[in-house]
């Protein structure tokens, strides 16, 4: 009875050994795939928040 119990939970370890393996794996492709458009993103804001200060300019010495 006690090797059914141990076969049992080996198989259960290995089954949860695979589910964390492929988590893990999954967040790691989903990180890797999304670090360029985060880039993109960012690298866009930033490029259209000084455009409008550069463009903009005259408003700010009027104001200061």
Do not use: N, Y
């Not at 049992?8 to 458009?37: K, N, Q, Y």
């Amino acid at each position: 009875m006690e090797e059914f119990f141990l076969h049992l939970w080996d198989e259960f370890d290995d089954l949860t050994g695979i589910c964390r393996h492929l988590a893990t794996t999954m967040v790691a492709e989903v990180i890797a795939a999304s670090a360029p458009a985060i880039a993109a993103t960012s690298g866009a804001l930033l490029a259209g928040a000084a455009t409008l200060l550069l463009s903009h300019r005259q408003l700010f010495d009027v104001l200061a």
